[in-house]
């Protein structure tokens, strides 16, 4: 498999993780084995906002990449995605907050369907945050690729 393309599945998974471990609402026994306490929620930087998350993980991969002057507009359209990507998953987490009082009420077939909706919503995201990875990458050299590959891992290392 090519490296852009693991590279690609491994943010997915992992921004998935985190729209999953962000939403900030009581999971009890269903989410044990994901890391996550007993709220639902995971430890260190996965506790913040993920818009916050983003720019801050986007400050690092910029400060490491030493982009040229012609790289900038794909960056700036990376970054874009990278940030509509951001508060997505904010208004998800929030939408699963409101909805996390009625959800123990709903039977077991209401609220597969529910999170099968949630998943196919998070499904054509990160569609679209997979094909604006493959666009930036290609834009950069190998030794940039390299740095965007180490730093995404170090961003991934927790889910492993």
Not at 23 to 48: F, I, L, R, V, W
């Given at each position: 498999m090519k490296l852009h393309t693991k590279l690609t599945l491994g943010l997915i998974s992992s921004l998935f993780a985190v729209s999953l471990a962000t939403a900030g609402t009581k999971m009890g026994?269903?989410?044990?084995?994901?890391?996550?306490?007993?709220?639902?929620?995971?430890?260190?930087?996965?506790?913040?906002?993920?818009?916050?998350?983003?720019?801050?993980?986007?400050?690092?991969?910029?400060?490491?990449?030493?982009?040229?002057?012609?790289?900038?507009?794909?960056?700036?359209?990376?970054?874009?995605?990278?940030?509509?990507?951001?508060?997505?998953?904010?208004?998800m987490r929030d939408q699963m907050r409101g909805n996390a009082q009625s959800m123990p009420k709903k039977t077991a077939p209401e609220r597969m369907a529910k999170m099968a909706d949630w998943m196919k919503?998070?499904?054509?995201?990160?569609?679209?945050?997979?094909?604006?990875?493959?666009?930036?990458?290609?834009?950069?050299?190998?030794?940039?690729?390299?740095?965007?590959?180490t730093v995404q891992m170090s961003h991934m290392g927790r889910w492993q």
């Amino acid at each position: 498999m090519k490296l852009h393309t693991k590279l690609t599945l491994g943010l997915i998974s992992s921004l998935f993780a985190v729209s999953l471990a962000t939403a900030g609402t009581k999971m009890g026994p269903y989410h044990s084995g994901m890391g996550c306490d007993g709220m639902g929620m995971m430890s260190g930087d996965m506790k913040m906002d993920p818009v916050a998350r983003a720019e801050k993980h986007l400050g690092e991969l910029k400060a490491k990449l030493n982009l040229t002057a012609d790289q900038q507009p794909a960056w700036q359209t990376f970054s874009g995605h990278v940030n509509d990507q951001a508060k997505n998953m904010a208004a998800m987490r929030d939408q699963m907050r409101g909805n996390a009082q009625s959800m123990p009420k709903k039977t077991a077939p209401e609220r597969m369907a529910k999170m099968a909706d949630w998943m196919k919503d998070r499904a054509q995201n990160m569609d679209k945050m997979a094909g604006a990875v493959k666009t930036f990458y290609a834009t950069l050299t190998t030794e940039q690729q390299a740095t965007f590959d180490t730093v995404q891992m170090s961003h991934m290392g927790r889910w492993q």
